[in-house]
């Protein structure tokens, strides 16, 4: 083989290793999901070490496809411990073992990554390195305290208020993934409107509710 041919092999190699995505990625693990039960540790096993955007991403999962209350409440606990660990600057954040070890059975994990797909693949479509002054984003202390709020947008139980700040989360994951800063900046965006309206939601409720007490004899 002559040298030319050598290099156009390592080109085109180089230009698959680069095309797999993170859902390429999540779709080899669907195909052979290990065991009878799937832990969180395996998920983030299986998406490699891809960037904090990994972690994020196998956390807020469940925010994007239609699972059972239990199954989402499994993620609630890691993603508020790591946001937290971010929050308060700690570098190289991880989590513990009997959290990772936290599992679902098989079908119910092939059932929430199923669902997860199609919004996943239709994100990473318009994602692409670009406008790095927002790709680096991840690194400013500040970051850390976003996510944290973020997460508890996520996981308490309001009406309505769950879906805008789980697609902002994945979109940032992905977005941190790709280093595509125009989608961290749009998920910037996204946050702050989900914060708002989780505010104005919150607020909302509690008048009702006072307004019942004072209805009440």
């Known amino acids: 083989m002559s040298a030319s041919d050598e290099l156009a092999l390592s080109s085109i190699a180089a230009e698959d290793m ?35 955007g990994t972690i994020l991403l196998a956390l807020s999962l469940p925010t994007v496809a239609p699972v ?11 993603i508020l411990l790591y946001s937290a660990q971010m929050a308060f600057g700690r570098r190289g954040a991880a989590l513990p073992d009997w959290l990772l070890h936290r599992s679902v059975s098989r079908k119910m994990a092939g059932r929430m990554i199923d669902a997860a797909m ?28 976003l996510i944290l709020l973020l997460s508890l947008t996520c996981v308490v139980p309001l009406p309505l208020t769950g879906w805008l700040p789980g697609f902002a989360l994945v979109l940032l994951s ?44």
Do not use: H
């Open 68 to 78: 059972p209350l239990g199954v989402s409440c499994l993620f609630d606990l890691p």
């Open 118 to 145: 199609p919004r996943l693949t239709g994100i990473e479509r318009m994602l692409k390195p670009r406008v790095s002054r927002f790709a680096d984003i991840d690194r400013e202390r500040w970051f850390g305290f």
């Open 174 to 217: 992905l977005g941190l993934i790709e280093r595509d800063g125009a989608a961290i900046a749009v998920s910037l965006a996204l946050t702050v409107a989900a914060l708002v309206f989780f505010v104005v939601v919150l607020s909302g409720l509690s008048y009702a509710g006072q307004e019942l007490l004072a209805l009440t004899p």
């Open 18 to 52: 680069v095309e797999e995505r993170t859902s390429d990625v999540l779709a080899a693990f669907r195909a052979n999901l290990p065991g009878e039960r799937v832990s969180l540790g395996d998920l983030i096993q299986a998406l490699g070490d891809r960037s904090l």
